[in-house]
């Protein structure tokens, strides 16, 4: 890290006690603070040159008011003693005009306990400035001497920063977490015969000698290379094959249809469908934020209830909602502990970390068994393309075309159509090779059969 | 914010080893939001944010640090490690002495948000609600949502600029499900300007709630988009979000400059059909994209990008202008003190043409009217773009008749500027964006007349 940034403390005690003083003076009312502080570092280059090398400290308070049923929010970009006051004030003075709420909750504890996560590498603090630029420099001259068609890279950059953030409330809530990360990432730019096609590529780790460059070397290359001549195919339907970092994809929109809050609102196509098949028998997938091979596990979700397992699908079949404490009181059931939020915005049940089932078939086998079919590239549009309340699905695409089990020529500006209900039951494999990703998540390869792919 | 004396020291310390250009962007922002959902006024939520950020440029590296304490003690510190970021090792550079840049804000506010009590900003929520569920029966969801912001900036810079601006943003939006036959539709609207709370004094949000509903509505008895290539008429207001993705963000300097724009090295050269002239004008008053200076202290301009079809200009930041040797273009701007400034478009648009747009859908034997479009996304490198159509038409023998559904508009933006003939005397802005760029968020506009383009993609789910 850089001279002059806040460096962290031994221990959470003191971040835990300046919430607690944010909690004095409740009177008649529940409280929930989250305070967060962190410092970042950024070197981003460009031609063998440093182009930005960014230090900074930064930190962050979130104030939840809960007073006769109705909420009031409020936040700020310091831990200033004087504006942290002054948001709670803010925070209380907007409950007077919500309207109540009987359901409207904030975390209790409920006697689970956390599951032990080891986030925390020091060493991730001590990487000179120059190893750092040194770094970034070395995987933009691997990406460029890679392949004669990538010329240059729009940005290559290595990143790095530490976190930690404690969430207190008068219903008894004290939860502590911290963590380092660091990445490296690359945007390749392919040429040939006039045509240029952007790649990309990235790595995340909790310190830096996990982070796989090589790997992003490769991927990001291949990438930008492969949609290298790319023409429209006739439309068909056809078999889709989508790698683990799209299958979790895909399978992320379903789970914000999995939310309670969306269910309870009337704006899931699977409410009431709990106990019933919504996808074929291959599917298995649970939102479980305790794994710790993962770089996404947590202890604590955004209202300090310790994380936990939740099966969302099992053998295609329903197997629950995501809960946060609000929800859950709406529902009568106990919170998941999947309130997701940052220390800025209000909390709400979602997704933390899918983790798919596998399948048994190698990603080689998987492509064998398609006669005619897409090997998705990239989705565009899948947030304005899926209507979350009706499950409509129509979303563009790229990737290589498949025939007799073989990947050939590249394809995009083409369109998927059909709806999340459809595409669920229509998987007709899910692969053996689960992976974590860069994001976080648990996936394997899927195959969707018989969709509409439309080109020309 | 900071004082002047203050400004001097902390640019000092910046280039004390040898800087090219140090800068020091201050912001204070103060922002109110509610929501109505579900039958219900939910939380209200309140946001203060206030820090400043140092940049030091020494040759073609940029040192940049930002703390949210504005005491001097803290800024002199964050000079320093912005300094040492950028690897200054030199003699001093002389600071040019500050001098006050007078630029007004092209907008005019009447009643800042702070003078109006949460009492009145809530009971918009419930009169749009009300408005939305008026429309029919079928309307079985309503959210709604206000928000406004107000943001102070203050730049100094080496080159001797010291500007202020006092940017206030309103907005409010409305979606709606309507629940029929054909399953449950959506629906949404939004409007939002760089003015204050007299804003709803010209601007009905029962209107604009009755909007979101019909939209929503409308769909209910929409078929499934068909498939396929196709003429696409898009209508005036609709379809400046494609104009922006897919052309603009080619046109900005710091993506031409590293070779990831179908535009770079084409100044001069047909890019378009002669009809197209592309503008992004940072000066339009009250519209989204508006303020007095960018985010560098420059005064906002009107820039011509596309004249008559002819590539005229890209638009430039200050680090971008510096090295050709030539003035910004009023375009860096940033998500906050805590982000590098970089090429950002303001308000982008296409000019109105001649054509009465009732004679460019009667001239069409058939194809698709696109009355709004979604979000969408964009590769940059190609001009490969998608959005999704939120109100869409079909046109049968020259006529606008039946609506139809969950379709996406597909497409290559330099392709497109080639293939329309024909554009509408309407122009309209559309509605307030935010623009994401390397995961900077910054409020944008846009805005186009009815046109005509052959051959674009729609994707629809009709079998």
């Known amino acids: 890290m850089g001279d002059g940034l806040p460096r962290p403390t031994e221990d959470l005690s003191e971040l835990v006690a300046m919430a607690e003083r944010l909690l004095d003076g409740a009177a008649g009312e529940e409280i929930e603070v989250v305070l967060s502080r962190g410092a970042s570092t950024s070197v981003e280059v460009h031609d063998g040159e440093v182009e930005s090398f960014t230090s900074a400290g930064s930190a962050a308070a979130g104030v939840r008011v809960l007073s006769e049923g109705r909420l009031g929010f409020a936040s700020c970009g310091t831990l200033d003693p004087e504006v942290l006051r002054e948001t709670v004030a803010e925070a209380r003075d907007n409950c007077r005009f919500s309207e109540a709420d009987e359901h409207n909750a904030i975390g209790r504890p409920d006697g689970v306990a956390p599951v032990k996560q080891v986030s925390w590498f020091p060493e991730v603090l001590e990487l000179g400035a120059r190893d750092k630029v040194e770094r970034a420099i070395e995987l933009e001259r691997q990406v460029i001497g890679t392949d004669p068609r990538v010329g240059s890279a729009r940005s290559t950059s290595y990143d790095d920063g530490w976190g930690e953030s404690v969430v207190v409330s008068t219903t008894g809530i004290r939860a502590e977490s911290r963590g380092t990360t660091c990445s490296v990432g690359t945007q390749p730019l392919a040429n040939a015969d006039g045509e240029t096609q952007i790649g990309w590529g990235y790595d995340v780790a909790r310190r830096p000698d996990e982070l796989d460059d090589s790997r992003v070397v490769r991927e990001s290359v291949e990438r930008a290379t492969k949609l290298l001549g790319a023409g429209k195919p006739p439309s068909a339907r056809m078999a889709i094959l989508l790698e683990p970092r799209l299958a979790v994809t895909l399978l992320g929109v379903v789970t914000g249809m999995l939310s309670a809050e969306s269910v309870q609102k009337g704006r899931s196509p699977f409410a009431d469908r709990v106990g019933e098949t919504i996808a074929a028998p291959v599917l298995g997938l649970v939102d479980d934020p305790t794994r710790s091979e993962s770089l996404g596990a947590e202890e604590f979700d955004g209202e300090g209830l310790a994380c936990r397992a939740n099966p969302l699908i099992s053998a295609g079949v329903l197997q629950g909602f995501l809960y946060d404490s609000t929800s859950a009181s709406r529902s009568g059931v106990s919170s998941t502990a999947s309130a997701v939020r940052s220390t800025r915005s209000i909390p709400g049940p979602g997704a933390q970390l899918l983790v798919m089932e596998p399948g048994d078939r190698s990603r080689d086998e998987l492509l064998a068994g398609i006669g005619l079919g897409l090997a998705v590239e990239s989705f565009a549009g899948l947030h304005s393309g899926v209507n979350p309340v009706s499950g409509d699905f129509s979303v563009g695409a790229n990737g290589l075309l498949i025939r007799d089990g073989q990947l050939a020529e590249p394809v995009q500006e083409i369109t998927i159509a059909s709806s999340i209900q459809r595409l669920l039951l229509d998987i007709s494999a899910v692969g053996g090779d689960f992976e974590w990703l860069p994001s976080g998540s648990g996936g394997a390869s899927m195959v969707i059969d018989g969709v509409a792919v439309s080109g020309t | ?463």
């Open chain 2, 1 to 463: 914010m900071i004082d002047q004396t203050t400004l001097e020291k902390v640019l000092a310390t910046a280039s004390a080893a040898g800087a090219d250009f140090a800068e020091v962007f201050a912001e204070d922002r103060t922002a109110t939001s509610a929501m109505l959902d579900d039958g219900r006024v939910e939380e209200l939520s309140s946001s203060r944010d206030r820090g400043a950020g140092i940049r030091v440029v020494v040759g073609e590296t940029t040192g940049f640090a930002h703390t949210a304490d504005l005491s001097e003690g803290s800024l002199l510190a964050a000079a320093a490690t912005a300094a040492a970021g950028a690897r200054a090792a030199g003699p001093g550079s002389r600071v040019q002495a500050l001098d006050r840049v007078d630029a007004p804000n092209p907008s005019v506010v009447s009643t800042y948000p702070e003078e109006i009590d949460k009492a009145t900003k809530v009971a918009l929520l419930r009169r749009a609600e009300d408005a939305a569920r008026a429309e029919d029966s079928s309307v079985t969801q309503v959210s709604a949502r206000y928000a406004d912001s107000r943001r102070r900036i203050q730049v100094a810079n080496t080159d001797g600029v010291l500007a202020t601006d006092d940017q206030v943003r309103t907005l409010f939006s409305v979606s709606t499900v309507a629940t029929g036959d054909t399953g449950m539709q959506t629906g949404r609207e939004s409007m939002g300007h760089t003015v204050g709370f007299e804003l709803f004094d010209t601007h009905d949000v029962a209107d604009l709630a009755s909007r979101a509903a019909r939209r929503a509505i409308t769909k209910l008895g929409a078929r499934p988009a068909p498939s396929g290539e196709m003429t696409v008429v898009i209508g005036p207001g609709g379809g400046g979000v494609m104009f922006h993705e897919a052309c603009g963000h080619g046109l900005e300097a710091d993506l031409v400059g590293k070779g990831a724009s179908v535009f770079a090295g084409r100044i001069g050269e047909q890019v378009a059909s002669p009809l197209v002239t592309l503008v992004d004008d940072g000066t339009m008053p009250g519209e989204w994209g508006a303020g007095a200076i960018d985010d560098e202290g420059r005064p906002r301009r009107r820039n011509v990008l596309i004249e008559n079809g002819i590539l005229v200009d890209y638009m430039w930041d200050g680090l971008r202008a510096r090295e050709k040797g030539r003035p910004s273009s009023g375009n860096g701007r940033r998500q906050s003190y805590a982000h590098l400034p970089m090429v950002r478009m303001t308000n982008t648009y296409l000019l109105g043409g001649e054509s009465d747009p009732a004679d460019i859908v009667a001239d069409t034997e058939s194809g698709v009217y696109v009355a709004h479009l979604g979000g969408g996304q964009v590769n940059t490198a190609t001009g490969d773009f998608v959005f999704g159509m939120t109100e869409a038409y079909l046109i049968e023998g020259g006529r606008i008749t039946e609506p139809i559904r969950e379709g996406n508009l597909i497409g290559n933006g330099p392709a497109v500027l080639t293939r329309i003939d024909a554009v509408g005397n309407d122009f309209a802005m559309g509605s307030p964006g935010t623009c994401g760029k390397d995961g900077q968020g910054v409020a944008v506009g846009d805005g186009v007349p009815t046109l005509r383009a052959h051959g674009l993609t729609i994707g629809g789910t009709a079998a």
